[in-house]
T-cell receptor, first 115, second 111 residues
Framework: GAGVSQSPRYKVAKRGQDVALRCDPI?????LFWYQQALGQGPEFLTY????????KSGLPSDRFFAERPEGSVSTLKIQRTQQEDSAVYLC?????????????FGQGTRLTVV | DQQVKQNSPSLSVQEGRISILNCDYT??????FLWYKKYPAEGPTFLIS?????DKNEDGRFTVFLNKSAKHLSLHIVPSQPGDSAVYFC??????????FGAGTRLTVKP
């Protein structure tokens, strides 16, 4: 597709349930990022992939959060045993290169509500 | 540790006037700065960027100014249009492409 695609757009999960959020980056983009955006805040960095390699996961808030990108394209962010504080919009972004600065393109996000 | 700060949560200007959005950062390692615009229910959209080797970058109605000594950058929109009404995020990165974002400023341009 032409842009970054995320699914589902909206997800309601019961506390304790596991969820999986999908990101389809722009074809050929090497870098992929996940961000968490709480209401009224800017996006907070979670993790970064360069192709299939997860180079930085310092932003993942706990070991309940796990991300993968096994073939260097589609990525999945998994949250186990969801808690209410996990409610947020999860944004995925991709960018073309790693060797020079370039802008990242964002998907529309997945709004997760934990009840 | 909030490394990128946007201290004004909102800004309201009249159509045709200048909008000035401000951003401060604390990490002197940042060497590339970006502004993103976000409409409701959409992801952020890239607007304009500036490298730390420059102090100004202009693209049509949008100009970004960088003051490295003050660790401050600003986005000027002139003339402002009602379609510019959105939330604007300042972002910064270095080396590893990781971007850090500010909390955003909601701009309202009144007709």
């Amino acid at each position: 597709g032409a842009g970054v695609s995320q699914s589902p757009r909206y997800k309601v999960a019961k506390r304790g349930q596991d969820v999986a959020l999908r990101c389809d980056p722009i074809s050929g983009h090497v870098s992929l990022f996940w961000y968490q955006q709480a209401l009224g805040q800017g996006p907070e960095f979670l993790t970064y992939f360069q192709n299939e390699a997860q180079l930085d996961k310092s932003g993942l808030p706990s070991d309940r959060f796990f991300a993968e990108r096994p073939e260097g394209s589609v990525s999945t962010l998994k949250i186990q045993r969801t808690q209410q504080e996990d409610s947020a919009v999860y944004l995925c972004a991709s960018s073309k290169t790693t060797g020079e600065h370039t802008e990242a393109f964002f998907g529309q996000g997945t709004r997760l509500t934990v009840v | 540790d909030q490394q990128v700060k946007q201290n004004s949560p909102s800004l309201s200007v009249q159509e045709g006037r200048i909008s000035i959005l401000n951003c401060d950062y604390t990490n002197s390692m940042f060497d590339y700065f970006l502004w993103y615009k976000k409409y409701p229910a959409e992801g952020p959209t890239f607007l304009i960027s500036i490298s730390s080797i420059k102090d100004k970058n202009e693209d049509g109605r949008f100009t970004v100014f960088l003051n490295k000594s003050a660790k401050h950058l600003s986005l000027h929109i002139v003339p402002s249009q009602p379609g510019d009404s959105a939330v604007y995020f300042c972002a910064a990165n270095w080396g590893n492409n990781d971007m850090r974002f500010g909390a955003g400023t909601r701009l309202t341009v009144k007709p």
